[in-house]
């Protein structure tokens, strides 16, 4: 990624002449560009993968889906997306092409067909992110939109205050499909809460081979050769480190959050900074705050 002009010591520019690692591969990535509108030179490295889950489970929730059998669907990422047909969920007119799509990821006998499903089925998402991707693929709008992390799904009542005494089976049910690597914190507040929670794991995330790295990628971060690392999730956290090992001293650590800090520690990593929120600003503001002053 090019990095902006950036006038050192500039108020706006907090990061300039610092070199930051993203170690994440994502178009438009919007941690990046704050990074680099603040001057900082930022290398993003994908040091994993995301992987389709058992299928099984996957195709008996979509059947169930289409079955109007769930009072909510909860989305937390919008790469859940890629891994798991939500079409019975769509504000769009079918095409043959989806149609067949979406009668693919049905078991054999299944009678419940995508596109069925009542329009009362709500769907929830964390993220603006998560909920342009829903706009975009399923071409209708979210029903509830959390910020932050997928906690804060939490606080919202439709979901906090649970089905309510009067609801019937199908209204006190729950999908919830995602990362096998979840936190189990949003599903078990959602179970407390009194839904019934089906949660599929959708896709799970993998270390890339180390051939897929960048050439001297490896020997530029133990060397020294970074700033500062901003790390987004436990899964590529570990990755990382299985792939490039821990960083050494100098290199400030930067955590998106307190479970990635947690995946962090336990990892053996130093932590130097929490953002006090997931975006790119607190992000940003971590960094600024933690790294000395000059540059090294």
Not at 81 to 100: I, Q, W
Not at 237 to 261: H, K, Q
């Amino acid at each position: 990624m090019s990095p902006k002009t950036a006038a050192p010591g500039s108020a706006t520019t907090p990061l300039a002449g610092r070199r930051i690692l993203l170690p994440r591969a994502k178009p438009g990535d919007a941690i990046a560009a704050e990074l680099v509108a603040a001057g900082a030179r930022v290398l993003c490295v994908g040091v994993t993968r995301a992987v389709a889950g058992p299928a099984e489970p996957r195709m008996r929730a979509v059947a169930q889906l289409a079955a109007g059998r769930y009072a909510w669907v909860v989305l937390t990422s919008a790469r859940t997306l890629d891994f798991f047909a939500l079409g019975s969920l769509s504000g769009r007119e079918k095409t043959p092409a989806r149609a067949k799509a979406d009668d693919a990821a049905l078991s054999p006998g299944d009678t419940g067909r995508p596109g069925d499903a009542p329009m009362h089925t709500g769907l929830a998402v964390v993220g603006a992110g998560t909920a342009q991707a829903v706009r975009e693929q399923l071409g209708r709008e979210p029903d509830l939109i959390a910020a932050g992390s997928g906690a804060a799904l939490l606080e919202l009542p439709q979901l906090s205050r649970g089905p309510g005494r009067a609801a019937g089976a199908s209204g006190r049910r729950l999908l919830l499909p995602g990362s096998a690597l979840s936190s189990p914190v949003l599903r078990e507040g959602l179970a407390a809460a009194g839904w019934q929670v089906d949660a599929v794991p959708a896709y799970t995330m993998e270390p890339v081979p180390a051939a897929d790295l960048p050439e001297g990628f490896a020997a530029e971060w133990a060397g020294g050769g970074f700033d500062a690392v901003v790390l987004v999730a436990g899964s590529s956290t570990r990755a990382l480190v299985g792939l490039a090992g821990p960083p050494p001293p100098a290199t400030r650590v930067v955590a998106i959050g307190a479970p990635t800090a947690a995946a962090a520690r336990a990892a053996g990593l130093r932590v130097d900074a929490v953002a006090a929120r997931p975006t790119p600003e607190a992000i940003r503001d971590a960094l600024a705050t933690t790294l000395p002053d000059p540059p090294h």
